[in-house]
């Protein structure tokens, strides 16, 4: 069947692999062509859809609402039946083994294993343009990959080594950095006799991780490399007499709280798992999207079995995107009782915690001992989804930079998932469907109100005028609002009229909004780590249009004023919206806020001191240094 242009292809995957639920034009969109989408993207997805329905429904007449693709309330969705598509049947049936090993039907979930991994036929989406199926396809081979281990453990553990080696040498050509296939070659060589082969083994291992990573192999496998030397690998892998050896993470413990191997064994969840900080006392203003969550959970999760429902929030600095987050994760408490996990990826900071160093620290509060933790990324998240099937628990990751942190702290099963973070998360709506809520500055009557509860009825009466140009010099930002409270509340004669007339000038207005000694409660500081984020070029530009005294920037006539073209000149300003420092007004128009704009324009001014400093030269290669530490 001739499916059609590779965009086309790209849309019945993004169908194929959402089986069952509907996906909007939105979604489309960003899975399709990303952040990069063109303005004739949403007719391009209407001629995409037109054409799957002649090559996948010939037959079909004009409107008919029957049929293969269907149109939906809000979308599209491919109609077919259960296990028409072998990359929803793949994940479903290694998903069902892991559920049989874990109650002990270790043959059952080995056959299992072999029938899904007997569906692949190549490389997943091969050819397949687009963000959502270049995530996808990672995803897909990381599950294939941990799926054809705990096969050939299986098949070790049952006494098939020889074909176990045969089966994971061919595997080990394809991922030669996963430190546990090595592994299986090893055992699998040793138990067939060949001693002096799982010794060469190890030494190959070793050679390639030290060549293509400049590291050392991690502790299992020295650990593994040892045991053969001294002749004691009878108990390195259990043998089951079902046939099919237990995933790491179900290994039965002996009272020492070790596995049979004599590795630490990571224990289950405890009843005391409560992390949440403490929620905003004061909260107004986001009744909405709170209901838009709680009706999204209703639809799409909350019970065992079902999807992980995720929520991602994202706004500018100051919005109140961590505020909301734990307000929503307060409210559906109720619906996730074992427990709530906690974790602040520091997305702003200078140093973005890294995904192996989180899982560590989530996997020791699901009760994992320290030494028991995995030497690798992979070991450490397929331990932690597998410590988090079919539990009703919590997560909220707070400040995230982007989707390549989330993806490996994203749980499977009866779990949900809460991020935050200043960037729209769009590869998390493309890949699982998840609900985004995009904050704005909060409307002016809850604006008002947040900074009267703050302040107390006595302190608001009479006083309303004062107040409201108040939030409005603030932005309307939760962050500047309540700053804004704590310096009133500071001394006994300070007003909001007074405050007001201080805050007409932006400049003192910045100074004013911040708390003394506190970093993360300061507007100038909120703005600095998005703008340190900047690449050299966009910081640049972001400086330059500081220069223009244009609260509102318009893409052809800004491009002819600064002297670049249209795309390049679309591409930064998409990127300064992305990141909180411009607000989309629509196609090609943004705004700036007095209090970025009057930001802005000191950054411009702090180049110019240093320019007159360094020298034109000096100055280009400081900027270069600190892109290339922007970037990593």
């Known amino acids: 069947m001739v499916v059609g242009p590779p965009k086309q292809r790209a849309l019945l995957a993004l169908l194929a692999t959402q089986q069952g639920s509907v996906v909007g034009p939105g979604q489309i969109i960003d899975a399709l062509w990303g952040p990069d989408a063109p303005n004739t993207a949403l007719n391009s997805v209407h001629t995409y859809v037109a054409g799957l329905r002649r090559a996948l429904d010939p037959d079909r007449r004009g409107r008919e609402s029957d049929g293969v693709l269907c149109s939906r309330a809000g979308g599209y969705e491919l109609c077919l039946p259960l296990g028409a598509v072998d990359a929803v049947l793949f994940v479903r049936q290694c998903e069902e083994a892991r559920r049989l090993a874990a109650q002990g039907h270790c043959r059952a979930a080995f056959e299992r294993l072999g029938k899904a991994l007997g569906l692949w036929r190549g490389d997943a989406l091969s050819g397949v343009p687009g963000p959502f199926a270049a995530i996808e396809r990672s995803r897909l081979r990381e599950i294939r990959f941990s799926a054809a281990e705990d096969w050939i453990a299986g098949m070790i553990s049952a006494g098939r080594c020889e074909e176990a080696i045969v089966v994971v040498g061919e595997a080990i050509t394809q991922e030669p950095l996963r430190e546990r296939l090595r592994y299986l070659l090893m055992l699998a060589l040793y138990r067939s006799g060949r001693q002096a082969h799982a010794l060469q083994a190890y030494g190959d291992a070793r050679s390639h991780l030290r060549e293509e990573l400049g590291i050392e192999p991690g502790s299992e496998l020295r650990g593994l490399h040892a045991r053969i030397l001294a002749g004691t690998v009878d108990d390195a892998l259990p043998r089951s007499p079902s046939g ?281 500081s909120s703005l600095t780590a998005s703008y340190r984020a900047l690449p050299a070029m966009t910081a640049h530009l972001f400086r330059l249009l500081s220069r223009t005294g244009l609260a509102v920037v318009e893409v052809p006539e800004s491009g002819q004023l600064l002297g670049v073209n249209r795309s390049e000149l679309l591409r930064h300003l998409e990127l300064l919206a992305d990141l909180g420092l411009l607000t989309r007004l629509g196609a090609g128009s943004y705004r700036f806020d007095d209090l970025t704009l009057t930001y802005a324009g000191e950054c411009a001014e702090a180049e110019w001191v240093l320019s007159r400093s360094l020298g034109p030269a000096r100055l280009k290669q400081v900027v270069a240094d600190q892109d290339e530490l922007r970037t990593g």
């Open 244 to 524: 099919a050896a237990e995933p790491a993470s179900t290994v039965r413990p002996d009272p020492t709280g070790r596995a049979e191997d004599g590795r630490p064994v990571a224990p289950g969840i405890g009843p005391n798992m409560r992390q949440f900080p403490s929620r905003a006392r004061t909260f107004v203003g986001r009744e909405v999207e709170i209901e838009r969550a709680r009706t999204a959970l209703r639809r799409t999760g909350g019970e065992r079995g079902r999807a992980t429902p995720i929520f991602v929030i994202d706004g500018p600095p100051g919005v109140g995107k961590s505020a909301l987050a734990l307000e929503l994760g307060y409210e559906l408490l109720a619906s996730f009782p074992e427990g709530q996990l906690y974790a602040d990826l520091a997305g702003t900071g200078d140093r973005p915690r890294a995904p192996f160093e989180i899982l560590g620290s989530l996997l020791e509060s699901l009760g994992v001992g320290r030494a028991a933790l995995p030497v690798d990324l992979d070991g450490r998240a397929t331990l932690y989804r597998s410590l988090l099937h079919e539990k009703r628990v919590l997560i909220l990751l707070d400040d995230a930079v982007d989707t390549e942190q989330i993806l490996p702290l994203v749980p499977q099963g009866s779990a949900c998932l809460i991020v935050t973070g200043r960037r729209p998360q769009r590869g998390m709506v493309a890949r699982y469907g998840a609900h985004r809520i995009s904050l704005k500055p909060l409307d002016p009557g809850p604006a008002a109100e947040l900074l009267g509860e703050l302040l107390g009825r006595e302190a608001v009466s009479g006083n309303e005028d004062a107040v409201r140009r108040l939030v409005e010099q603030c932005g309307r930002l939760p962050l500047g609002i309540r700053i804004t409270a704590a310096a009133l509340q500071e001394t006994a004669d300070a007003s909001p009229q007074r405050l007001a007339v201080l805050y007409e000038d932006p400049v003192t207005r910045l100074d004013l909004l911040a708390v003394a000694g506190e970093d993360g409660m300061s507007v100038r």
